[in-house]
């Protein structure tokens, strides 16, 4: 089972998350990150590898797509919050914009 | 060149489309339209379908992805507001949920 992260362990997962531009949502247990690409094709193709994991690990971002950009906020609504499955999301994400175009 | 809908081509070609569940956005000239899909992999495979003839017509939505939900505003940025480029592409996305559910 998923469960809400601990204090210790919020701080183990996030921290390495706010360094790469991770934030915070004000007003819920979420965390949120914009990310630019060079036209729609690159940014939804990210989204599209991005949506295979987020199938096979049964975990959705909540996402909005504007030409070139992606803004992506991730939350366990299991448990009303941050669990270690937003991390992994989020941790996957970077990866993968990082392989697209070598920075977030 | 795309023009901004006068006032009797707005009424032409956006009363269809409010009848099929469109709106205008409040404080933008711009109309949104949320769809409903039984779950991510039925959202995420109309988002996909949306994004080829968006790259197509190079006219692209403005969309969130909520799970099941896909929540698309179109206006188009170079007349700062509606032109038929926006009815064209909400009609098609009207006809790929029709496809694939047999309803909006």
């Known amino acids: 089972m998923n469960e809400k992260l601990s204090d210790t362990g919020r701080k183990a997962m996030l921290d390495p998350l706010f360094a790469t531009g991770w934030a915070l949502v004000e ?9 630019q690409f060079s036209d729609f094709v690159e940014a939804f193709g990210f989204m599209t590898k991005v949506a295979l994991y987020a199938e096979k690990w049964n975990h959705h971002p909540e996402w909005t797509n504007v030409y070139n950009r992606v803004e992506v906020t991730l939350t366990t609504h299991d448990v009303d919050g941050l669990s270690s499955l937003d991390a992994k999301l989020a941790r996957k994400l970077d990866a993968l914009c990082e392989a697209m175009h070598g920075g977030a």
């Open 27 to 35: 007003g819920r247990d979420a965390i949120r990150k914009t990310f």
